[in-house]
């Protein structure tokens, strides 16, 4: 299994990640953000500091083997008022090559947003699948620039089609999408770069209508949290540890069995409901707990890629700061 992480905040924005960067704006996304009279610059500014050379460095000093990199629809440009990104890709490749790190370039925003949260670009509904639109094919395209650009790199270990569709997406829509995704990039990358895609948090769907004998380079990816929804909130963290545990058990026992697949996004975050009345050495003592139990229950899978390498802030999420205080 191919020890990863991913580098969310820096191609596709989060306040939540980097609030800095939307200091002093009434901004809430890339969107909106893009649309201020300063920011081209302040974007500018934000991005050649916030991931350098010395953090794929870092990264393998310790024994990390993989960089997800979520990028936008805009990377290549003319996606008013997106400003691209094509050039921190080309020197993220430089650097993966020079440090002997694979790359998983992974298409986080798609035109119309695929999922209608900031992490798409753009908060508000989802029109990736609005009918009287070619978003679909938009997107088709990108991928396809991507392939030309990226796809005979020895550094391209996997290109993700598209990150957490929505489940509002039609089914039948989103498993097209997929197949001509596949073949696309099958035919535009080298025979050892895989074709990811997320399983819309439903992993027991993909392995039925896209079956490996067909899609041979395919890797379904999850995603793995546990604080997010009204039933996470309502578990102590000693249970939320007995869930991780036997989590994939549960959730992947099909896909894992009939595909490749791995685990794009996870991390040591648990509801701030019950993490809040504990100690801060209580605190440590659950995140590595947790984050050994995700581990383990992981295992078997083609890679894991914690979600994220650095935030401003938000230690259960930031993968340097866990790191460097022994806590993973």
Excluded at 140 to 165: K, V
Aim: hydrophobic share 40%; charged share 20%.
């Amino acid at each position: 299994m191919l020890r990863g992480v991913n580098l969310g905040g820096w191609l596709v924005l989060e306040r939540w990640i980097t609030p800095s960067v939307f200091d002093g704006t009434p901004a809430v996304d890339e969107f909106t953000l893009s649309q201020l009279p300063d920011a081209a610059e302040r974007l500018k500014t934000f991005r050649d500091s916030f991931i350098t050379e010395a953090d794929f460095a870092w990264l393998k000093e310790q024994g990390v083997d993989l960089v997800r990199i979520p990028v936008g629809y805009w990377l290549f440009g003319g996606a008013s008022p997106y400003q691209q990104t094509v050039q921190y890709v080309d020197k993220a490749f430089e650097w993966a090559a020079k440090y002997d790190l694979q790359v998983l370039l992974d298409l986080h925003g798609a035109p119309g947003s695929q999922n209608g949260n900031d992490h798409s670009g753009c908060i508000g509904p989802v029109g990736w699948c609005e009918s009287g639109h070619s978003y679909g094919a938009q997107t088709l395209n990108i991928l396809a620039r991507i392939c030309q650009r990226y796809g005979r790199s020895p550094q391209l270990w996997g290109l993700e089609l598209l990150n957490e569709p929505s489940p509002q997406i039609p089914r039948r829509e989103l498993r097209q999408f997929y197949k001509r995704g596949y073949q696309l990039a099958v035919a535009g990358c080298a025979e050892h770069v895989k074709v990811v895609v997320h399983d819309a948090f439903r992993p027991w769907r993909w392995p039925l209508h896209l079956p490996l004998l067909k899609y041979p380079r395919l890797v379904i990816d999850h995603h793995h949290y546990q604080l997010f929804t009204e039933r996470d909130k309502s578990f102590a963290p000693a249970k939320q540890i007995q869930r991780a545990k036997r989590w994939l058990r549960l959730q992947l026992a099909l896909p894992r069995v009939t595909h490749n697949t791995m685990i794009g996004e996870w991390s040591a975050a648990l509801p701030a409901v019950q993490m809040d009345t504990l100690t801060i050495d209580q605190r440590e003592v659950v995140i590595k707990l947790y984050t050994a139990a995700q581990l383990s229950a992981f295992r078997g899978q083609q890679a894991e890629c914690f979600w994220t390498y650095k935030t401003e802030g938000s230690m259960a999420w930031d993968f340097r700061s866990l790191v460097e205080a022994g806590l993973l």
